[in-house]
């Protein structure tokens, strides 16, 4: 049994290293195992050192929120307060938990009529227990500025390496004397960092604030860690270090925009998603297929032609510029409704990091920013967290399809409970009376209005 067992593992493993489908023709692993000038060539081993560096990286960051990010957020008008918690009370809490968040007109009167409450009342316990599940602007400030902080270092550490090396200039260089392409060591930290960091993302994803999308951002970790090693293992690191430059250089300028949000700076806000939107574009539409397709898809074939991995390399590549051209539609349409409308949202599908297959292979890891403005053009004026690191703005239009459903009912005598987020509020329940205290989570948009 024992050597069965050992000979299907011998099998499997020969077929998953099969020479065959990871390197060209007339090349073996053992070629690659020969001397070679910095750090040798890529080798599947030299992925034990991320572990290590991931941790550190998750205690970094721990530290970085505490005495770094935290100051600058009170520093700049972000207040560190304690969530209100909402009444406990047994029936409400099991229909919002096992049967809806959003009750409708006709659960809200039996529910009203069970508790001898009002229905005002019902519709305000349950807006806030949903908001009590929503993290507050600080946490979002220091998460944000965490990534913000590491996009720009390693976006800045990228350009500098890659401004010294040939194939920066010359993409035939990439393929030049493939694969037998040493590792230099800025190379190997480049590729190490990148991957560490993701894997960081999914260590703390787990203690991080629970949003919709974890199964999705869950997936998508995997997907992206397992196309930054792939690329590794099969020695395409070169063409590999200009995608994640390339897709790197939008990364830090949506945190920054998300920070100006938070912080309630408005025209900063709105500045850096023009400026977004436009290197978002230039790089996704112009530059990637001009310049990374062009060079993986025609100077490759001429140079090395085609093998099993090459197919599927470029076929993710190939899936994500069509990701690309969707994800650019959606935020200029996102933008021609604001001048349309005056009111636009941002959503991302997903947080996409540098190879995030099937999501993206080497994608942007951001959201695509979408505001809720008051009659005028707020390009990132979000009344939530709508992120990806995906973002739950779903959840908000849920909210406001609920409570227009449920304005016939309340409006008579009133406003229908409160009108946008509350993030630490304190809300006072009387016979009669459900009051909204406090000023609204994000921004000026949102308005308080109370149940009397």
Not at 240 to 248: A, E, F, K, N
Not at 415 to 422: D, K, L, R, T
């Amino acid at each position: 049994m024992a050597t069965a067992a050992a000979g299907a593992l011998g099998l499997l493993w020969g077929w998953l290293w099969s020479e065959r489908f990871w390197l060209p023709q007339n090349v073996s692993w053992a070629d690659l195992e020969g001397p070679a000038d910095g750090y040798g060539y890529p080798r599947a081993r030299h992925m034990l050192s991320v572990f290590p560096l991931a941790a550190g990286l998750f205690s970094v960051r721990l530290l970085f929120e505490r005495f770094i990010a935290k100051p600058c957020a009170l520093h700049v008008g972000i207040e560190d307060s304690v969530l209100y918690r909402v009444e406990s009370n047994d029936t409400l809490e099991k229909v919002f938990i096992s049967i809806t968040k959003y009750p409708d007109e006709k659960r809200l009167e039996g529910l009203a009529k069970q508790l001898d409450w009002d229905v005002r009342e019902i519709q305000c316990w349950f807006r806030h227990r949903r908001n009590q599940d929503k993290p507050p602007t600080l946490t979002k400030f220091c998460e944000s500025m965490w990534r913000f902080t590491f996009y720009l270092c390693v976006f800045c550490y990228g350009i500098r390496f890659l401004w010294l090396t040939p194939w920066f200039w010359d993409t035939r260089q990439c393929w030049q004397n493939y694969p037998y392409q040493p590792l230099s060591r800025e190379l190997y930290y480049y590729y190490i960092m990148e991957l560490a960091f993701y894997w960081s993302l999914m260590f703390s994803q787990f203690i991080d604030v629970k949003r919709k999308d974890f199964l999705i951002m869950f997936v998508h970790h995997l997907a992206t860690i397992g196309l930054i090693t792939f690329s590794y293992i099969n020695n395409m690191v070169r063409v590999g270090t200009l995608v994640m430059c390339l897709h790197d250089s939008s990364d830090f300028l949506l945190e920054a925009a998300k920070l100006a949000n938070y912080a309630k700076y408005q025209r900063l806000c709105d500045g850096l998603f023009v400026i977004f939107s436009a290197v978002f574009m230039v790089t996704r539409l112009g530059i990637y297929p001009l310049w990374i397709l062009n060079t993986t898809l025609f100077e490759s074939w001429e140079m090395i032609g085609p093998y099993p991995s090459w197919w599927l390399f470029n076929g993710l590549l190939l899936t994500l510029q069509v990701l690309h051209v969707i994800w650019s539609y959606l935020i200029a349409r996102i933008a021609f409704k604001a001048l349309i409308r005056g009111k636009v949202r941002l959503k991302h599908p997903s947080s996409f990091g540098p190879y995030s297959v099937p999501s993206a292979l080497f994608s942007a890891p951001s959201s695509f920013l979408c505001l809720v403005g008051a009659g005028q053009f707020h390009p990132l004026h979000v009344s939530k967290d709508d992120r990806s690191d995906v973002e739950s703005s779903s959840e908000e239009e849920d909210e406001t399809t609920h409570t227009n459903n449920l304005s016939g009912r309340s409006s008579s005598n009133g406003a229908n409970c409160v009108n946008g987020h509350m993030g630490g509020s304190h809300w006072a329940e009387e016979r009669g009376t459900c009051k909204a205290v406090g000023n609204p989570l994000f921004g000026a948009s949102p308005h308080l209005q109370s149940c009397d």
